[in-house]
């Protein structure tokens, strides 16, 4: 779309608008123009590059102690005694962790700062994956939650950051965060069966490897707890105060089930899409790799996508082009599964990537400021993946009753439609706009980067 005209002078003029109405809960973006001066500029020169470096790696470690589980799944069920129901909770508790914790976030970041917030992310994934180490089926569980509990405020508080220190790079630096999410899933889950057998290692100490990631995330995260973004009193006195009324936005609610609805498909292709084609004749082996292309494909598409959106592409078409791609990946499923298994699990890879990647912008893009990206991510997130922590357990009731791969295909098929509804709803050029606690019911307007779709 293209960016609307230029608005009034951006002072803190206050609009009387009620806070419930649509008109108090969504509005254009404002001229770059007419930001205030006491609107961060972001960072630049030699911090922004360790800043930038700090994000690859911390978004590194969202992933590896959790898709690390799959390819070990039956050792540790065999070695446990553990059911399957029991063991795949160990995938499922991560995903509810994600959605029940997303609250949480935005007020740990208000309480004790984004950066420090971030820091103790590393610590608890390293506490988390330590934990684990001890034989116990109950440490496992545990180890898992405080894995779950890091992984849920970091996946609300970074796209937050982003939208504070690289408000002119937003694009680029979402194109890296998200590539980083699916280069940490296609590492755990191409490089942790190797690296078990090459060394001998047992499973629990196996796991505890994608430790030492987190380490070196905290270590190089360290210094931005002196190096952080400088802001006005006043600012920092709007930061303090949490955003309310996003819920009755229907933007805020389109970017969430955007980012609810490519979760789920995400997350119940990757735990049935192995099986599936085993079911068809593929060798266990064999249909592991291929949820690992899937991955590497899958980076590709996580970082194009918000790099080329208002450059060549709208935000609009990539959510209907990303949606394409997987239906033709699906359908080729159905047709050949084994035979064109490597073009199917291609164009997967690309349009989950896409999605994903388009899921995290929308977040950025659609908030006027870095204290309602958190509150948006936060709402995203949290009804995003208890959806995606359903998916898998749908897809497989689905098999189980119609005992065939076609119906939960199917099904797959038809939840891209609402997918691409919502997708092209968020990719409007808006944004949301909450109001803020002890405002008086009244919505203060400011100016600020146009995001271009």
Not at 172 to 190: P, Q
Not at 303 to 312: L, Q, T
């Amino acid at each position: 779309m293209r960016s609307q005209g230029p608005a009034a002078p951006a002072t803190e003029a206050q609009e009387d608008t009620d806070p419930m109405s649509d008109r108090a809960s969504e509005r254009a973006p404002d001229n770059p123009a007419d930001t205030p001066p006491h609107t961060p500029p972001g960072v630049t020169g030699r911090h922004a590059l360790w800043l930038g470096i700090g994000v690859v790696l911390l978004a590194l470690n969202l992933r590896p102690a959790l898709v690390a589980v799959s390819p070990l799944a039956d050792t540790i069920r065999h070695d446990s005694g553990m059911s399957a129901a029991a063991t795949s909770l160990l995938t499922a508790l991560p995903l509810l962790c994600f959605g029940l914790l997303a609250p949480v976030a935005p007020r740990l970041g208000r309480r004790f700062g984004t950066e420090a917030s971030l820091l103790a992310t590393m610590a608890l994934i390293c506490a988390g994956t330590a934990l684990r180490m001890l034989d116990s089926v109950a440490a496992l569980f545990a180890g898992t939650v405080v894995i779950g509990a890091g992984i849920a405020v970091a996946n609300v508080l970074l796209p937050g950051l982003i939208k504070r220190d690289f408000p002119a790079r937003a694009g680029l630096m979402t194109g890296l965060y998200s590539m980083s999410l699916f280069g940490g899933a296609a590492l755990a889950a191409g490089v942790t069966l190797p690296v078990r057998d090459a060394t001998g290692m047992n499973w629990r100490t196996t796991l505890a490897c994608w430790g030492a990631l987190a380490v070196v995330a905290f270590v190089v995260w360290l210094p931005q707890l002196r190096a952080r973004t400088r802001v006005g009193a006043a600012a920092a006195r709007q930061a303090a105060h949490p955003v309310r009324g996003l819920w009755r936005s229907p933007l805020a609610w389109q970017v969430t089930g955007y980012m609810g609805l490519q979760s789920l498909n995400y997350y119940a292709a990757a735990a049935w899409l192995p099986t599936l084609l085993q079911d068809s004749g593929m060798s266990a082996g064999d249909a592991g790799w291929m949820l690992s292309f899937s991955s590497l494909l899958g980076i590709v598409g996580s970082f194009v996508a918000p790099v080329i959106v208002g450059r060549r592409v709208r935000s609009g078409t990539l959510a209907v082009l990303g949606a394409v791609l997987c239906a033709i990946a699906y359908a080729g499923v159905l047709a050949a599964p084994v035979g064109g298994a490597y073009v199917w699990m291609s164009l997967l890879g690309l349009g989950q990537g896409a999605a994903i990647s388009l899921a995290l912008l929308f977040i950025v893009q659609r908030a006027p400021d870095a204290r309602h990206v958190a509150q948006l991510s936060s709402m995203a997130q949290c009804f995003g993946y208890i959806l995606a922590a359903t998916g898998p357990a749908i897809l497989g009731a689905v098999h189980d009753s119609s005992h065939n791969w076609t119906v939960p295909l199917v099904v797959l098929l038809v939840l891209l439609v609402p997918q691409v509804v919502v997708g092209v709803g968020a990719a409007r050029n808006r944004h949301v706009a909450g109001v803020p606690a002890g405002s008086g019911g009244r919505t203060v307007r400011r100016g600020g980067p146009s995001a271009r779709s």
